[in-house]
C-alpha cells in the first residue's frame, strides 16, 4: 500500500542509513581518544545544519526522497569533516577497523555487550516495530502520526539522558560504592531537573502544536500532551538506569 515512489525511499533510506552507520564507525577512534564531547558537537551541528536546509526544501517543494537524502548528506558530512579534522594516527587504527571479524570475536562482543543489544533492540521495537504494526492495523496515515507523537515524548527521554551523560561517567573513576552512589544520586537529579522543564512544555503545548502542524486531525484526546510527557519521563528515566548499569 506504498504510494508512488514508496519503495524508492524505502531502498534510499537503507542506503543512506548504511552510509550514516559506515562514517560513525570511522570516528569511533576518535571516540577512544577522549574526544566524545568533539562527536557530540558534529552530531549537533549536522543536525542543526539539517533543519534550516530541510525547511528550505520543503517549503519550495521538494519531495520526500530528496528530503531523505539531504538530512543524511548533513549527518554524514558533520562526521566526516570531524574525521578530517581530528589528530588521529589513522594508519594505526585502519588495520583494526578493516580487520575480519571472526566468530568468536563476534560472540564475544554479543556476550560482553548483551544487556545493551537488548535495550536498544526494545528501543527499535518500541519505535519501528511498533510504527510499521500500527500502519499494518490502521493504515499509514495512523502510523505516521503514531511516529510523530513516538519522537515528541524522545524529546523528553533523550533530553533527560544527555544532559546527565557527563556526570555519569564520573561513576567509573568513583573511588569507593558511597561516592559512586553519591555521584549516581546527583546524575539522577540531573535527569530529574533537565526532563521535567520539557514535560512541562509537552504538557502544554503538544496539542496547540499538533493542531498547527496536522490540521484536520480532531481525534486525539485532549490528555495527549500528558501522556507523551509521562512516557517520555519514563524513557529518561529508564535509560539513565540501564546507561548506569551497563557503566
Same mark, same amino acid.
Given at each position: 500500500?506504498?504510494?508512488?515512489?514508496?519503495?524508492?525511499?524505502?531502498?534510499?533510506?537503507?542506503?543512506?542509513?548504511?552510509?550514516?552507520?559506515?562514517?560513525?564507525?570511522?570516528?569511533?577512534?576518535?571516540?577512544?581518544?577522549?574526544?566524545?564531547?568533539?562527536?557530540?558537537?558534529?552530531?549537533?551541528?549536522?543536525?542543526?545544519?539539517?533543519?534550516?536546509?530541510?525547511?528550505?526544501?520543503?517549503?519550495?517543494?521538494?519531495?520526500?526522497?530528496?528530503?531523505?537524502?539531504?538530512?543524511?548528506?548533513?549527518?554524514?558530512?558533520?562526521?566526516?569533516?570531524?574525521?578530517?579534522?581530528?589528530?588521529?594516527?589513522?594508519?594505526?587504527?585502519?588495520?583494526?577497523?578493516?580487520?575480519?571479524?571472526?566468530?568468536?570475536?563476534?560472540?564475544?562482543?554479543?556476550?560482553?555487550?548483551?544487556?545493551?543489544?537488548?535495550?536498544? %533492540? /526494545? #528501543?527499535? @521495537?518500541?519505535?519501528?516495530?511498533?510504527?510499521? +504494526?500500527?500502519?499494518?492495523?490502521?493504515? !499509514?496515515?495512523?502510523? =505516521?502520526?503514531?511516529?510523530?507523537?513516538?519522537?515528541?515524548?524522545?524529546?523528553?527521554?533523550?533530553?533527560?539522558?544527555?544532559?546527565?551523560?557527563?556526570?555519569?561517567?564520573?561513576?567509573?573513576?568513583?573511588?569507593?560504592?558511597?561516592?559512586?552512589?553519591?555521584?549516581?544520586?546527583?546524575?539522577?537529579?540531573?535527569?530529574?531537573?533537565?526532563?521535567?522543564?520539557?514535560?512541562?512544555? %509537552? /504538557? #502544554?503545548? @503538544?496539542?496547540?502544536?499538533?493542531?498547527?502542524? +496536522?490540521?484536520?486531525?480532531?481525534?486525539? !484526546?485532549?490528555?495527549? =500532551?500528558?501522556?507523551?510527557?509521562?512516557?517520555?519521563?519514563?524513557?529518561?528515566?529508564?535509560?539513565?538506569?540501564?546507561?548506569?548499569?551497563?557503566?
Amino acid at each position: 500500500q506504498l504510494p508512488q515512489g514508496g519503495d524508492l525511499v524505502m531502498a534510499s533510506t537503507l542506503g543512506m542509513v548504511s552510509l550514516f552507520m559506515l562514517s560513525t564507525l570511522l570516528t569511533e577512534p576518535i571516540a577512544a581518544a577522549g574526544a566524545i564531547s568533539t562527536l557530540k558537537k558534529a552530531n549537533t551541528l549536522g543536525a542543526t545544519l539539517a533543519i534550516p536546509l530541510l525547511a528550505a526544501w520543503v517549503f519550495w517543494g521538494g519531495n520526500v526522497l530528496g528530503a531523505l537524502i539531504l538530512y543524511f548528506l548533513c549527518l554524514i558530512g558533520a562526521n566526516l569533516w570531524i574525521i578530517a579534522a581530528a589528530p588521529v594516527p589513522w594508519k594505526k587504527w585502519l588495520p583494526h577497523l578493516l580487520r575480519p571479524c571472526s566468530a568468536g570475536d563476534l560472540w564475544k562482543t554479543i556476550h560482553q555487550g548483551g544487556w545493551f543489544y537488548i535495550t536498544t %533492540l /526494545a #528501543l527499535v @521495537t518500541k519505535t519501528h516495530a511498533l510504527s510499521f +504494526l500500527v500502519a499494518w492495523v490502521l493504515g !499509514p496515515t495512523a502510523a =505516521g502520526v503514531f511516529y510523530i507523537l513516538l519522537r515528541i515524548s524522545e524529546a523528553v527521554a533523550v533530553l533527560g539522558t544527555t544532559a546527565s551523560e557527563t556526570n555519569l561517567a564520573a561513576l567509573a573513576t568513583a573511588p569507593s560504592l558511597e561516592e559512586q552512589q553519591r555521584r549516581f544520586r546527583q546524575s539522577y537529579l540531573y535527569t530529574a531537573l533537565f526532563s521535567l522543564h520539557s514535560c512541562i512544555g %509537552l /504538557a #502544554l503545548l @503538544t496539542r496547540p502544536f499538533l493542531n498547527l502542524w +496536522l490540521k484536520g486531525l480532531e481525534d486525539l !484526546p485532549g490528555f495527549i =500532551g500528558l501522556a507523551l510527557a509521562v512516557f517520555g519521563l519514563g524513557g529518561a528515566f529508564s535509560r539513565k538506569v540501564v546507561n548506569s548499569a551497563m557503566g
